[in-house]
């Protein structure tokens, strides 16, 4: 397709497609070919301040956070049918920018977000009033608390799994009633703005409620972050530029919540079933190269099964097909970038000189038709101890880190030895083992026998470097609320306020 040809995408403000102020464009690639598949608006601070302010005067005069629950659920439903309508435009998206493979985007990827976004158009409709214990001191009262959206939202994502992380944004944020402004990575934008193209079509959102803006994170993200006029900001990402946003965040207190990265521990138990827990322990690592970040890439294995575990696993790793991602038969497609590659490709370095073995080494493939692609091969390391850097550190790629040991206790002892605690798994063929390593584990989530399973009924998030706060369930909707409380003092005279005697028993009636 000529440079003509492609489309080029604008910034979505007020309910308008747009073109940034100093009309620069940035190409969106496939990291499958290298090629351009088309053009994406490059906002700047004043584009981003346009859309901040659209979402302001959407929230604080437009009927979006005004509207009944009832009536909030019946739109929201109404935009997943739409979107349920044109999954297969996202998922080819998803595969053509993103690199996912077509198993995984038609599978998992947009069927998982479509049954998120149901799930809280659903939770919309919930009443935002709770009771509160009635009390009769200091006086009889009746008292509510009111749940309300935040106001504006800044919503920050990455591009590993781009259109899942756009709904897990905006979805419970109108949910509450909440105006947003959505940001997606520079590398994976498409499918976003292809989510926000068929929310704009359908007509039901009022201009405002929902803005996209596409360009450089240091810019358009840090404006999102120091705004007075933003309230809330959500943020998926790295730990290292999680930090940073929680630091700029501050100038002006806003609400923040922040998924962060993970170096997700993987027990399995000595009396595990070997044929799950093997090909179980390839998927939650090597599902989408590595690039998810609860990914379980230390793997703890117990001596006493440590040759047979590990002949199988090396054995089964090695067939795993690179490829191209819409080919029906590819298990793995590129890395994203050509940087994300050269990082795994560094760790890998990393890995020898630390003195780990390479059980199995990543290589580049031989097929021309990859030759521009991002592509390697699974990396299984052996003799790793846990202080060692590819144990420590997130490499974000298909690199393996498998560590021996001999005592339970040791083993969790040496899983919870990391700044993160975003997830982790256990394999036994005792439940009630299982369940006693996972209450040692400090992670926000454990799988017991399965890895990567993301429940919409439950909350998903980081214990210690992994994060603030939790996305999905009833957690992650009011996530997106303030709660206010509501006193109504009951008693019918001044004279049986509880004040009264306090302050004014002297100064008599008049
Ligand atoms: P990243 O931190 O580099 O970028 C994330 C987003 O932040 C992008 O949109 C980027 O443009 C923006 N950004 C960059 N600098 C910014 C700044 N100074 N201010 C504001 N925004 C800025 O992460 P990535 O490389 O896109 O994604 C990979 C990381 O995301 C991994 O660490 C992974 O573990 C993490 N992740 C976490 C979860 C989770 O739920 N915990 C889910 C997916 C990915």
Known sequence: MSDQELLTHQLYINGQWRAPRQEQYDPAYDPATGQVLAHVAKANAEDTRDAIHAARTAFDSGPWPQMSPGERSRLLHQIVDALEARQGEIADLEMANGGCTWRKAYLMDIPVGLLHFRHFAKLAASEPLEAVPQITFPALSYNFVRREPIGVCGQIIPWNFPFLMAVWKIAPALAAGNCVVLKPASYTPLSALKLVEIIHDTGLLPPGVLNLITGPGGVVGNELCTSPLVDKIAFTGSTEVGRQIMQTAASTVKKVTLELGGKSPNIILDDAELDIAIDGSLWATFMHNGQACESGTRLFVPGSRYDEFMERLIDRASKIKLGLPADGNTDLGPLISASQLRTVENYIKVGLEEGATPALLGQHPTDPELAHGHYISPTIFTNV???????????????????????????????????????????????????????????????????????????????????????LGTWGLHAYTEVKHIHADLSRTRQARFWYDILLPQIGES
């Open 385 to 471: 101890r846990n202080e060692m850097r590819i144990a420590q550190e997130e490499i974000f790629g298909p690199v393996l880190a498998v560590i021996k040991y001999d005592s339970l206790e040791d083993a969790i002892k040496q899983a919870n030895d990391t700044i993160y605690g975003l997830a982790a798994g256990v394999w036994s063929a005792s439940l009630e083992r299982a369940i006693g390593v996972a209450n040692k584990l400090r992670a926000g989530t454990v799988w017991i026998n399965d890895y990567h399973i993301i429940n919409a009924e439950a909350p998903f998030g980081g214990y210690k470097q992994s994060g603030v706060g939790r996305e």
